[in-house]
Structures are given as structure tokens and as C-alpha cells.
């Protein structure tokens, strides 16, 4: 089964983490990463890094980011060069409900990752307009 790997500032990725397990139940193949005040981007590429030693398998793993260019987003991207990783910045819930239900099917790394990316973006919604648009 494809790995899901959370990696944020500060306890984002633990909070997305626990609202998601509401959702979906306790998961084996979901991973948080969090870069504290004191870590450097050498101290997060190593976390990132021994993380997926003990968990990588041929299936491969995603990895959700908060932020393009913040410290969690920079230090995952050597690991695409030693690891089969995909790498999504922007992590939502829907995102994160999106990696754990299709994970378990999904087949490649990449298809899985092109099926998140959709989903979380087609998530990002104007309630207003909607709501207004169906009203007329």
C-alpha cells in the first residue's frame, strides 16, 4: 500500500492527521513530519529521510506539504531523487481523505498523487457564489 507522509510547520500535520482519522478510522500507512522552531532544512532532510528508510516499499509514498518554498516542502524534494516519493504542496483535509481512501487502490505513486492534486483543488470553493448561483 502506498505511504502518506504529512510534513508541516509546527502540529498542522498532526491536527490534519486526527480530524482525517475521524473521517476514516486509525490509519497504518499515514506518517507526520513536523518542523519545529529549532530544525534546520539539514535537520528536516534527515527526518524526512529516515522516515522513509523504515517505511518506503516498492509502492512508494506521497508526501503532503503546507507550504511551496517553507522548510517541510524544501527538504522533501531530494528525496525524490533516492526514494519513489510524489510531493503535493497546499495539504487540505480533503486532500489528506482523498490520499488515505484511494491509496488502498491506487496503484502508482504518481496516479495517486494526480488524483489528490485534483481533489484538492476541485475542494477549494466560493460558498457564497455556489449557494447564490443555485438560488437563481
Do not use: R, W
Not at 16 to 35: C, P
Not at 74 to 103: D, H, Q, R, W, Y
Amino acid at each position: 500500500m502506498i505511504k502518506i507522509v504529512i510534513s508541516t510547520h509546527g502540529k498542522l500535520a498532526q491536527e490534519l492527521v486526527s480530524s482525517a482519522e475521524v473521517v476514516a478510522g486509525k490509519q497504518s500507512n499515514l506518517y507526520v513530519i513536523k518542523k519545529s522552531d529549532n530544525d534546520s532544512l539539514a535537520q528536516m532532510q534527515n527526518k524526512i529521510n529516515n522516515l522513509l528508510k523504515n517505511i518506503n516499499d516498492e509502492d512508494g509514498t506521497l508526501i503532503l506539504t503546507d507550504i511551496i518554498g517553507g522548510s517541510p516542502c524544501n527538504a522533501s524534494t531530494p528525496a525524490c531523487k533516492s526514494f519513489n516519493t510524489e510531493i503535493l504542496s497546499g495539504v487540505n483535509l480533503p486532500m489528506v481523505l482523498s490520499a488515505i481512501f484511494l491509496s488502498k487502490n491506487t496503484k502508482t505513486v504518481s496516479d495517486l498523487a494526480e488524483k489528490v492534486l485534483f481533489d484538492g483543488q476541485k475542494s477549494i470553493i466560493n460558498v457564497k457564489k455556489m449557494l447564490l448561483n443555485k438560488i437563481k
